[in-house]
């Protein structure tokens, strides 16, 4: 979308999986979990009530077909989604595949712990799982 442009601190924590016509798909760099971000490209918004009603319907569309994605991907026990934006205030949603072993369970993710990087090869073979599962959106 013109005048769009990714926030740099999401840009330098997550590695892009792919672009539909509404959001960017981006994987957070931190093993400990499943931890996905779904970017509106609408700018300048901070808020999801910022967004235009239709724009706002298709990217709760495409949210719940990347919850169902991780859900299955990671065979989690809990989805946690969230936008809180206090740290970054681009409108970004979190999608966290939880499970009750993980490092934080049952408290939320935010703030515990140092993040774990990830190998380039789970990293990447995570990154083309989603575009695969997930390809059918690019062209909604």
């Known amino acids: 979308m013109s005048g769009f442009s990714l926030h740099p601190q999401l840009a330098?924590?997550?590695y892009e999986i792919l672009s539909t016509p509404h959001c960017a798909l981006r994987l957070m760099e931190d093993a400990?979990?499943?931890?996905?971000?779904l970017i509106p490209l609408h700018p300048d918004?901070?808020?999801?009530?910022?967004?235009?009603s239709a724009m706002a319907h298709t990217v709760l569309d495409e949210l719940r077909a990347?919850?169902?994605?991780?859900?299955?991907y990671a065979e989690a026990d809990k989805m946690?989604?969230?936008?809180?934006?206090?740290?970054?205030?681009?409108?970004h949603i979190h999608i966290i595949a939880r499970h009750m072993t993980d490092f934080a369970w049952p408290k939320p993710v935010w703030g515990l712990g140092t993040p774990q990087p990830y190998g380039d090869a789970e990293r990447?073979?995570?990154?083309?799982?989603?575009?695969?599962a997930l390809d059918f959106l690019v062209s909604v």
Do not use: F, K, T
């Open 12 to 14: 330098a924590d997550s």
């Open 32 to 37: 400990r979990y499943l931890w996905l971000l």
């Open 45 to 52: 918004c901070r808020e999801w009530h910022d967004l235009p």
């Open 66 to 72: 990347v919850s169902q994605w991780a859900e299955r």
């Open 80 to 91: 946690n989604i969230g936008a809180l934006g206090n740290m970054v205030p681009q409108l």
């Open 124 to 132: 990447q073979h995570i990154i083309e799982a989603g575009r695969s």
